[in-house]
Every structure is written in C-alpha cells, then in structure tokens.
C-alpha cells in the first residue's frame, strides 16, 4: 500500500471509532480553541507516525477521535454517543449550567467506549428521553419544556439492565451505563424491572433529595469518612503507645489485640462523631498516664488496708491467746494443776476436777 493510501486508512479508522476517558480526567475542561489546538496538533503526530507505525498512529487517533468530539460538543452544544446499542443524542448541553456542562464535555474527550461513562454525569438533571422520528436513536433534550429528572444506573456483568438510552461502557459490553425517566413510554409487561427501578428511584429522591446513584455515593463516602476516622484513631493509640515502649494493634479471628488499653482511651476521647482533636494521641498518652497512676495508688491503698486487716487480725488473735491463757492459768490454779496439765484435760476431766477442788474446799 502506498504511503498516501496508508494514510487515508488511518484517517478513517480515525472517524469510526468511538473513544472516551483518555488521557485526561473528567474535570480536565479546555475552551473551544484548545480542544482544536490540540486537535491539530495530535493530527499532524498523527500523519507522521503513519509513515512510521499505523498501529501508534491508530491508537494516537482515538485520542483524536475524542478531541474532535468534545470540540464539537461545546461548539454545537449536542454530541453523540454510540456503542453496542442504540446511539444517544444528547441535546443542549449548556442548560446544565457552566461547571457542570463543561464536565459533561470534558468527558466526551475520551478512549474508546468508556466515554458512554458521561451519561451518569446526567444523574438526577432535567432532561426529556425520547426517540427520534426514525426510532433509531435516543435523544435526551436538556431543554424541553416537557423535561422531568432523570436517574442513572449502572450494571455490570451479570447484572440488570434498564429500558431506554443506555451504552456499553467498556469495550466488551460487560459493564453499562444508561438513563431512565418518567418521559420515557414503557410497557408495563416488558419493562416491569425499569419501572420497578423507577418507582424506587423517585422515592429515593422524595425522601433524601438525591437519586439512587447520588446516595449510594453519599453512603459510599459516609462509610470511607468512618473508616478513616477510626484508622486515625488506631493511629493515635499507636503513637501514644510508642511512647510508653508498647506494641499497639487491632486484633483480628488468629492474634488478639494489643495495648488495649490505649486503644480504649483513643476511643473513649475520640468519640463515636465529630473531628478528631489535632493532639489526639497526646490526649490517649496523657489519659493512660493518669488511669496508669490511678491503678497504682489504688493498689498501694488497697495492700495498706491490707496490711491494716492483717495487723489488726493478728492484735486481736495475741488478745484472745492472752485471755485464754489467763484463764487457763485461774482454772489450774483452783484445780491444782498446772496450765500444761490443764490444757492436757478434756472439757469433761476439767469439770471433774474443779467439782473436786470445790469439795475439798480450795475453791
């Protein structure tokens, strides 16, 4: 093939293919003359690298492919998105407002078929889903006067996938993404899990003020934001632990925890809401401190009231053996005997012999 031909081929590979989310982010928003800037730019990479590589000079196309669409987007304020499903027409892209519209386009400057991605950017915006006259391509118009809100979702392999616009959002079709709304004419027997999703997608939105995407997300970064509380809490009792020359961790179902103690105190001054204080783990050495010295002068107190019992246990055990013995030596004394031979007598034996010392007279 010659040279001129070569490059015809990769010029139209160029047109056909669909591309989205390149090299850039969602929020990498360029005006008009920088799109076309770059656009122009990467095309005459383009026609070089097809004397050098077709391969590269392909790849490097579906990036062209993206800048022209996102140019055209924000030119003509409309775009279309295509995959293994029907195309949408996304009309009137400047009623979403400045920030947002701009992202919307930003998308559109993709690799491959993830751009189909940017519809979700149109979760819980007002838009009109209808088809056109041909009832070839869906067309959301973000500016009829017959517009209602629209709801995202989202499915993956496996997963249930909605009636109206939607497209593939990977290149094998295993993952999806699309746009349902009360615009949209459904058949109650063949669209009964849309309206299902619907119906729960409005009550959603009643409820919380957000669409079933937006508060999943919500959910999302509620959790992440607890989570990382509480790792900023282990953190602190690890710190504070450091400092006492103490092994602090989470134990798990093998290995128990370890310098519980202060993992309690983080907790306890943490909290369960709110900000972690900056000197957190200061507050979790201090607070172990103080329980520390608590525990120590507790138990001083507690071997000083025992000593106190054994001591007075012990005086009042030496006053009982005095008594007795006082009153052994009285009662051998009247029974003649000593105290030794006294004690040697059962009970029975000493009754018998203070009878005697009575009838004898010496008692």
């Not at 982010?25 to 070089?48: F, I, Q, S």
């Amino acid at each position: 093939m010659s040279p001129k031909g070569r490059k015809q081929k990769v010029l139209k590979n160029i047109c056909i293919h669909a591309v989205c989310f390149g090299r850039r982010t969602v929020t990498d928003c360029m005006n008009t003359r920088d799109y076309k800037t770059e656009a122009d730019e990467l095309l005459k990479r383009v026609v070089h690298l097809e004397q050098v590589s077709s391969d590269t000079a392909k790849r490097e196309g579906f990036i062209l492919d993206g800048l022209r669409r996102a140019q055209l987007a924000q030119e003509e304020d409309k775009v279309f998105l295509s995959g293994y499903a029907m195309g949408v027409l996304i009309l009137n892209i400047s009623a979403l407002g400045q920030e947002k519209a701009s992202r919307f386009i930003a998308g559109c400057n993709g690799w491959k078929s993830h751009t189909n991605h940017v519809l979700s950017v149109l979760d819980g915006e007002k838009g009109e889903i209808r088809l056109n006259k041909a009832g070839t391509c869906w067309v959301i118009d973000l500016a009829s006067p017959h517009s209602t809100t629209m709801f995202a979702w989202t499915s993956g392999p496996r997963q249930m996938r909605f009636s109206g616009p939607r497209l593939n959002t990977t290149n094998g079709g295993a993952h999806w993404c699309g746009l349902v709304s009360e615009t949209l004419s459904l058949h109650p027997e063949k669209s009964k899990h849309t309206l299902a999703f619907l119906q729960k997608a409005k009550e959603t939105f009643a409820v919380h003020g957000m669409t079933p995407m937006q508060w999943n997300r919500h959910q999302d970064e509620l959790e992440m934001a607890r989570r990382t509380r509480a790792n900023e809490v282990v953190q602190a009792a690890v710190e504070a632990g450091k400092r006492d020359g103490v092994v602090v961790s989470l134990g798990n179902w093998l290995s128990p925890s370890l310098g519980v103690v202060y993992l309690e105190a983080a907790e306890h001054i943490a909290g369960t809401e709110g900000s972690l204080p900056a000197d957190l783990a200061d507050q979790v050495h201090a607070s172990v401190a103080a329980k520390r010295q608590v525990e120590e002068e507790a138990k001083i107190m507690a071997e000083l009231e025992a000593e106190a019992t054994r001591l007075a246990e012990e005086k009042a055990k030496a006053e009982a053996d005095a008594t007795r013995r006082s009153e052994v030596a009285v009662a051998s004394k009247m029974a003649g005997v000593s105290p030794e031979a006294w004690e040697a007598l059962s009970p029975k034996q000493q009754r018998l012999a203070l009878h005697r010392a009575r009838l004898s007279g010496r008692i």
